[in-house]
C-alpha cells in the first residue's frame, strides 16, 4: 500500500493507469458473477 501511495503522491498519470489496469483485470470476473447471483435468484424464485 505504502509503494502505491508514493506512485499517487508523486506520479498522478502513472496512479491513474494503475487504477484502470485494476479495473480492466477485476471488472470482467465481477460481471459474470453478478449475471451468475441474477440467474440463481430467477432460478430460486421460480421464474
Known amino acids: ?17 494503475r487504477l484502470q489496469e485494476h479495473v480492466r483485470k477485476a471488472l470482467p470476473p465481477m460481471v459474470e458473477r453478478r449475471v451468475e447471483v441474477t440467474k440463481l435468484q430467477h432460478e430460486l424464485q421460480g421464474r
Do not use: D
Open 1 to 17: 500500500i505504502s509503494e502505491n501511495m508514493h506512485i499517487v503522491a508523486n506520479e498522478p498519470s502513472l496512479a491513474l493507469y
